[in-house]
């Protein structure tokens, strides 16, 4: 079964420092992977997707993430971050080798950019 | 464009009672999702619906919930007899095909659930 875990519950970092979000996935087979945001009483927000390629994936806002398959991760990034960047982040993954798979999410990790 | 709606954005209802709680997707899309969001979790997978067919609902917790797509757009998520376990935010979310794709979802605002 495809699992998700997001190791970090929070994660602090001063305004104009790149911020890290931590993500690592279980799947049988090549992953489909992607990443949300969720501002307070806002539905999730799409960020970026990694499917094939090219490691480093760039998305909206300033995000990117790296898949590294050696590690099963896809870790997300920015290089400076803003207080407006503050909220909570969720990694998700599909198998699609295993055919009728739904997106599975992982717990979330709140992100808090302080000035 | 419009994005995904879903109505009522709250809904307070007593324990026993039913509920109905809709979901408008993007035009276009033939893919809509259900998911479900306690507090402090990542949404969990309910019901998945390719065109006014439900191809995934193995999300559904029991058979107190149910949900239709009967022409293929809007979408409405129907729970029996609500128990207290039943309160949480009810996402709504559509793609474009299919259920194996790369494509990404698109969520609504959710429906914020309190059985008292």
């Known amino acids: 079964a495809q699992s998700v875990a997001q190791p970090e519950d929070q994660v602090n970092v001063a305004e104009g420092n790149p911020l890290t979000v931590k993500c690592t996935y279980s799947?049988?087979?090549?992953?489909?992977l992607f990443w949300y945001v969720q501002y307070p009483n806002r539905g999730l927000q799409f960020l970026l997707k990694?499917?094939?390629?090219?490691?480093l994936v760039k998305g909206s806002y300033g995000f990117e993430a790296e898949f590294n398959k050696s590690q099963t991760s896809f870790h997300l990034k920015k290089p400076s971050a803003l207080v407006s960047d503050s909220a909570l982040y969720f990694c998700?993954?599909?198998?699609?080798?295993?055919?009728?798979?739904?997106?599975?999410f992982g717990k979330g990790t709140r992100l808090s950019v302080i000035a | 464009g419009a994005g995904v709606s879903q109505t009522p954005s709250n809904k307070v209802t007593e324990k026993g009672k039913y509920v109905e709680l809709r979901c408008d997707p993007i035009?276009?899309?033939?893919?809509l999702y259900w998911y479900r969001q306690s507090l402090g979790q990542g949404p969990e997978f309910l019901i998945y619906?390719?065109?006014?067919?439900?191809?995934?609902d193995s999300g559904l917790p029991n058979d107190r919930f149910f949900a239709v797509r009967p022409e293929g757009s809007v979408s409405t998520l129907k729970i029996q007899r609500t128990e207290r376990g039943d309160s949480a935010v009810y996402l709504c979310?559509?793609?474009?095909?299919?259920?194996?794709?790369?494509?990404?979802?698109?969520f609504g605002p959710g429906t914020r659930l309190t059985v008292t």
């Open positions: 979310a559509s793609s474009l095909t299919s259920r194996t794709g790369p494509y990404e979802q698109y």
């Open positions: 799947v049988s087979g090549n992953p489909y």
């Open positions: 990694y499917i094939t390629g090219d490691n």
């Open positions: 998700a993954v599909r198998d699609p080798s295993s055919g009728n798979t739904p997106l599975v």
């Open positions: 035009s276009g899309h033939t893919a």
């Open positions: 619906f390719q065109g006014t067919g439900a191809a995934d």
